[in-house]
């Protein structure tokens, strides 16, 4: 059973970029079509799609955070990455990773969350 | 782009009870649809896919309908563990995606 874990620092000053990484473990990825995607949701909010890359190399971001956001999947598919620049204080959130079959309308993987905090 | 509106935000209901959300869409989305559902300090686990397809595992209780624009979840006889958060995202290839604000399912 595919599982993947978010990691990364958990506390990020203000201006400077935050930096995750999603591990992919217990499954092989390779030969699949997927959407490697990121999530975040505020303390006591709802869910926010940030955005995602498509195995075509195409990519998705959440128009309110595109100019600050980077996707990027590692060449061995056993990891990706978010990179997220010029954090604020509203960026704080748990921040979810989850990968998407192709067409399978919400089916995939989705990772535990790790809360990320944007202070000084 | 295209926004999901989901209602009731709040959801009172009894153990046995059959319970439904809904989420409407701005602009047709076909049948690409999903709703999760979300416990406390746990990650959203998805529940059903293509607006009506049930995920492996998921109980029989829990089922989906609806198409272009206007979508239901519904939970027949609610079970102590249905206590929870409901989400429903849309995966229309021609906007970002986005997930609807969320229904929370308490306890009447």
């Known amino acids: 059973q595919v599982q993947l874990q978010e990691s990364g620092p958990g506390l990020v000053k203000p201006s400077e970029t935050l930096s995750l990484t999603c591990t992919v473990s217990?499954?092989?990825?390779?030969?699949?079509?997927?959407?490697w995607s990121w999530i975040r949701q505020p303390p006591g909010k709802g869910l926010e799609w940030i955005g995602q890359?498509?195995?075509?190399?195409?990519?998705n971001y959440n128009p309110s955070l595109q100019s600050r956001i980077t996707i990027s999947v590692d060449s061995s598919r056993d990891r990706f990455s978010l990179s997220l620049r010029s954090a604020t204080a509203a960026d704080t959130a748990v921040y979810y990773c989850?990968?998407?079959?192709?067409?399978?309308?919400?089916?995939?993987?989705w990772g535990q969350g790790t809360l990320v905090t944007v202070s000084s | 782009d295209i926004q999901v509106i989901q209602s009731p935000s709040i959801l009172s209901a009894s153990v046995g009870d059959r319970v439904t959300v809904t989420c409407r869409a701005s602009q047709s989305v076909d049948t690409w649809l999903a709703w999760y559902q979300q416990k406390p300090g746990k990650a959203p686990k998805v529940l059903i896919y293509r607006s009506s397809g049930l995920v492996s595992g998921v109980p029989s209780r829990f089922s989906g309908s609806g198409s272009g624009t206007e979508f239901t979840l519904t939970i027949s006889n609610l079970q102590p563990e249905d206590f929870a958060t409901y989400f429903c995202q849309h995966f229309s290839a021609t906007s970002p995606w986005t997930f609807g604000q969320g229904t929370k399912v308490e306890t009447k």
């Open positions: 217990g499954g092989s990825l390779i030969g699949g079509d997927f959407h």
């Open positions: 989850a990968i998407y079959f192709a067409g399978g309308g919400g089916r995939g993987y």
């Open positions: 890359v498509y195995d075509t190399g195409r990519d």
